[in-house]
């Protein structure tokens, strides 16, 4: 659980984008030898940009060969016999399984009993990975024990339980953090620090000066690569997006279907909301907003949130049933909290995925950005007030 905590997140942000062209792909072969006792198949899994690749093999006496093409390292698993649809935790964990960096080159992985324990012997960059893996593998074991007993209590909604057990977790994890953030900053033309960067920063907002101060650190090579494209173009993003630029304008329909666009609201100061029911402390959430809109007064301010629910009946009901009636839309199919990103044309916009919303924004009269991320807690109020009598103070996340 600790231990791949944001693994999930990483690998939906690497397939929020289409699939760019693959170009200069370079030859691969993998031999291996597995003991001879090892019968089955294997399946290789990688991804050329944001296309996923698996390719299988059946085990002759141990051995075995892969083939293929790749355009720069990339993350590749292989897996004896690997499990067919939904599998545990547990069983996610013991598979017979290994990650490494595949890249162009004719690479050898020996073992003299399964997959897990094999070594890799040809890949330039898996010199790196190795290291900052068995760095992680030392905390990963000081966690282990905790794994199982965090489960339990989620299972059994033991809220004290669980606090009370992250605060023996939440130590290891920041040395965990601290022993990522070292190997960054030791290894720029590494693409496995690169991942690891991609996994602190690439599912989240992305904070201007911060991350290009972060993402500069490395070398061009590996800023070239997908993820490297990636975190570029967010970056690209966020500059249009900073307090003084002008709101980008969208039009979705109301709880009616009536259309309803940002732009209609010019003349007004705009708390600009991207939420979902889901989402936690949903009521605490509601009631801060409530609280900023009257206490500034409804003729000083609007609000317009945007909702990620299933339709627009969801909506009006979702409306009605909490007596929400701050100026409403629905972006039907916007959010695919499946694959955790954004889909729609708004969330693209406004780089909006289920990972960083809720998120509220404060647009003056004239469509002009004040505040992104602005914080929703019992000083949104406050802070919003601040802002509207002091324009030029203004900054990113609150």
Request: net charge positive.
């Given at each position: 659980m600790f231990r791949n905590l944001w693994k999930n997140a990483l690998l939906a942000t690497a397939l929020s984008v289409a699939s760019g062209a693959l170009y200069a792909q370079k030859a691969f072969t993998l031999n291996?030898?597995?003991?001879?006792?090892?019968?089955?198949?294997?399946?290789?899994?990688?991804?050329?940009?944001?296309?996923?690749?698996?390719?299988?093999?059946e085990l002759k006496e141990g051995a075995f060969t892969f083939k293929g093409k790749v355009k720069e390292p990339v993350l590749a698993t292989l897996e004896l016999?690997?499990?067919?649809?939904?599998?545990?935790?547990?069983?996610?964990?013991n598979r017979d399984a290994l990650e490494f960096y595949l890249e162009p080159a004719k690479i050898s992985l020996e073992s003299s009993g399964g997959v897990k324990t094999a070594s890799i012997r040809g890949s330039k960059n898996q010199i790196s990975f190795e290291k900052i893996s068995a760095?992680?593998?030392?905390?990963?074991?000081?966690?282990?024990?905790?794994?199982?007993?965090?489960?339990?209590?989620?299972?059994?909604?033991?809220?004290?339980?669980?606090?009370?057990?992250?605060?023996?977790?939440?130590?290891?994890?920041?040395?965990k953090r601290e022993t990522d953030s070292l190997f960054i900053a030791g290894n720029p033309d590494s693409y496995a620090a690169f991942s690891i960067f991609f996994k602190q920063?690439?599912?989240?907002?992305?904070?201007?000066?911060?991350?290009?101060?972060e993402f500069n650190h490395f070398s061009n090579k590996v800023k070239k690569s997908y993820l490297g494209r990636k975190i570029a173009?967010?970056?690209?993003?966020?500059?249009?997006?900073?307090?003084?630029?002008?709101?980008?304008?969208?039009?979705?329909?109301?709880?009616?279907?009536?259309?309803?666009?940002?732009?209609?609201?010019?003349?007004k100061n705009v708390l600009l909301v991207f939420w979902t029911r889901s989402m936690a402390n949903f009521q605490a959430f509601k009631n801060n907003i409530d609280k900023a809109w009257e206490g500034l007064g409804?003729?000083?301010?609007?609000?317009?949130?945007?909702?990620?629910?299933?339709?627009?009946?969801?909506?009006?009901?979702?409306?009605?049933?909490?007596?929400?009636?701050?100026?409403?839309?629905?972006?039907?199919?916007?959010?695919?909290?499946?694959?955790?990103?954004?889909?729609?044309?708004?969330?693209?916009?406004?780089?909006?995925?289920?990972?960083?919303?809720?998120?509220?924004?404060?647009?003056?009269a004239e469509g002009i950005i004040l505040a992104r991320n602005l914080k929703i807690d019992q000083l949104l109020s406050d802070r919003i007030g601040n802002l509207l009598q002091n324009p030029t103070n203004t900054k990113k996340h609150e």
């Open positions: 291996g030898k597995l003991s001879k006792d090892k019968s089955g198949m294997l399946r290789l899994t990688y991804y050329n940009d944001s296309l996923e690749v698996r390719d299988s093999v016999n690997p499990r067919h649809g939904r599998v545990t935790y547990e069983e996610y964990m760095l992680q593998a030392k905390l990963d074991s000081q966690l282990a024990p905790y794994e199982k007993l965090y489960m339990k209590y989620r299972s059994e909604r033991d809220t004290a339980g669980a606090r009370a057990l992250m605060l023996k977790v939440n130590p290891i994890l920041q040395e920063r690439g599912p989240f907002i992305i904070e201007l000066p911060a991350v290009e101060k173009s967010r970056i690209a993003l966020a500059k249009r997006l900073e307090p003084g630029n002008k709101a980008p304008d969208f039009t979705l329909p109301d709880a009616d279907g009536r259309p309803l666009s940002l732009s209609s609201l010019q003349g409804k003729d000083r301010l609007s609000v317009l949130a945007v909702n990620y629910s299933p339709d627009n009946a969801s909506l009006k009901d979702l409306m009605e049933r909490e007596s929400i009636s701050w100026l409403s839309v629905s972006d039907v199919n916007g959010m695919d909290f499946i694959r955790m990103r954004g889909s729609g044309s708004v969330a693209a916009t406004y780089d909006l995925s289920p990972v960083t919303i809720p998120q509220a924004w404060l647009v003056n």
